[in-house]
Nanobody
Framework: QVQLVESGGGLVQAGGSLRLSCAAS????????MAWFRQAPGKEREIVAL????????YYVDSVKGRFTISRDNAKNTVYLQMNSLKPEDTAVYYC???????????????WGQGTQVTVSS
């Protein structure tokens, strides 16, 4: 398994930006497809974005397309989520996850970070 640690969350006003990072250790990072999920209070955890092992393929949920960008640096064992034009509805705990394929379902992923809180004020 790979160990994951997220950082970069915080409080931001609507329209602002944040950059989340997820640092990996343990197994070879480049072996894994990586994902960002989020979970708002009282809601199920949902997919936000995916990136392939090489970084050549990405996926975004419709609600963040054009605002969020997922990227990875395999030399630094880190995946990023650049979040622009943030909205109050983006408020959630954001989790990164590692898996061996680009899949949108939470049950597929075996390694998870502890989560980082993102709060967007109106």
């Amino acid at each position: 398994q790979v160990q994951l640690v997220e950082s970069g969350g915080g409080l931001v006003q609507a329209g602002g930006s944040l950059r989340l990072s997820c640092a990996a250790s343990g197994r070879t990072f480049s072996y894994y497809a990586m994902a960002w999920f989020r979970q708002a209070p009282g809601k199920e955890r949902e997919i936000v974005a995916l990136i392939s092992r090489s970084g050549g393929s990405t996926y975004y949920v419709d609600s963040v397309k054009g605002r969020f960008t997922i990227s990875r640096d395999n030399a630094k064992n880190t995946v990023y989520l650049q979040m622009n034009s943030l909205k109050p509805e983006d408020t959630a705990v954001y989790y990164c996850a590692a898996g061996n394929a680009m899949v949108t379902t939470t049950s597929w992923y075996t390694s998870w970070g502890q989560g980082t809180q993102v709060t967007v004020s109106s």
